[in-house]
T-cell receptor, first 109, second 112 residues
Framework: GIQVEQSPPDLILQEGANSTLRCNFS?????LQWFHQNPWGQLINLFY?????KQNGRLSATTVATERYSLLYISSSQTTDSGVYFC???????????WGAGTKLIIKP | DTEVTQTPKHLVMGMTNKKSLKCEQH?????MYWYKQKAKKPPELMFV???????INESVPSRFSPECPNSSLLNLHLHALQPEDSALYLC???????????FGNGTRLTVT
C-alpha cells in the first residue's frame, strides 16, 4: 500500500522562528491535505492542496505531485502553532485517507 | 468555531454501560465519518456514511454501532466496551469523495 513519511518527527523552536515540514509519498498523491491537531485534540484542516502552492496567513503549503512530496511552511511561529501536524492523502478515489505519523511541533515562548 | 459539533466532550463509562456519541454538521456535506484516535497516533477510520448509507466499515467490532438518522446527524452507539476502547473519537464530514475533511472537536472516551 501507499506509504506516507513525515519529517522531522519532532521539532522544537523558539517563538518567531520559521519551519518547514515535509511529507513524502511512495506513490501518486491524490488530493493531499494538511491538518493541525492542537494539544486539546482539536483537528483542523489547514490546506487541501492536490498540487501547487497555497497560502493562509503565516502558513503556506506546496505540493509537487509528480515528485510525490508536499511541504508545509510556518513563518514567525507562535506558541499557538504547537501541536501535531499531519499530512494525509486519499487512496484510490475513495473515502479512505492515508495518514502520515505526524510532526510534533513545540514552540517555546 | 467548528461547523462539526460533537457531544459529549468527555465520557466515562463502565464495561456494562450503553452510551451514544452524537455528531452534527451544518455544512451540507454528504459524507460523514467516525474516526478513533489513540495517543500519539494518527486517526483511524471506523465508518463512513455517504448519502446516509453505510459506505465503509473498517472491520469494527459490533460493540460499536453507527447510525445516520439524516444527512446532518451521525451517532455512534456504544455497548459492552473494553478498556482498550478508551480513545478520542472524532466525527468528520466532507462534500464527497476526494474532498476536504472537516473534523469535530472529538469525544474523549474512558472505559473503566
Amino acid at each position: 500500500g501507499i506509504q506516507v513519511e513525515q519529517s522531522p518527527p519532532d521539532l522544537i523552536l523558539q517563538e518567531g522562528a520559521n519551519s518547514t515540514l515535509r511529507c513524502n509519498f511512495s506513490d501518486s498523491v491524490n488530493n493531499l491535505q494538511w491538518f493541525h491537531q492542537n494539544p486539546w485534540g482539536q483537528l483542523i484542516n489547514l490546506f487541501y492542496i492536490p498540487s501547487g502552492t497555497k497560502q493562509n496567513g503565516r502558513l503556506s503549503a506546496t505540493t509537487v505531485a509528480t515528485e510525490r512530496y508536499s511541504l508545509l511552511y510556518i513563518s514567525s511561529s507562535q506558541t499557538t502553532d504547537s501541536g501535531v501536524y499531519f499530512c494525509a492523502s486519499y487512496m484510490d478515489s475513495n473515502y479512505q485517507l492515508i495518514w502520515g505519523a505526524g510532526t510534533k511541533l513545540i514552540i517555546k515562548p | 468555531d467548528t461547523e462539526v459539533t460533537q457531544t459529549p466532550k468527555h465520557l466515562v463509562m463502565g464495561m456494562t454501560n450503553k452510551k451514544s456519541l452524537k455528531c452534527e454538521q451544518h455544512m451540507g456535506h454528504r459524507a460523514m465519518y467516525w474516526y478513533k484516535q489513540k495517543a500519539k497516533k494518527p486517526p483511524e477510520l471506523m465508518f463512513v456514511y455517504s448519502y446516509e448509507k453505510l459506505s465503509i466499515n473498517e472491520s469494527v467490532p459490533s460493540r460499536f454501532s453507527p447510525e445516520c438518522p439524516n444527512s446532518s446527524l451521525l451517532n455512534l452507539h456504544l455497548h459492552a466496551l473494553q478498556p482498550e476502547d478508551s480513545a478520542l473519537y472524532l466525527c468528520a464530514s466532507s462534500q464527497g469523495v476526494n474532498s476536504p475533511l472537516h473534523f469535530g472537536n472529538g469525544t474523549r472516551l474512558t472505559v473503566t
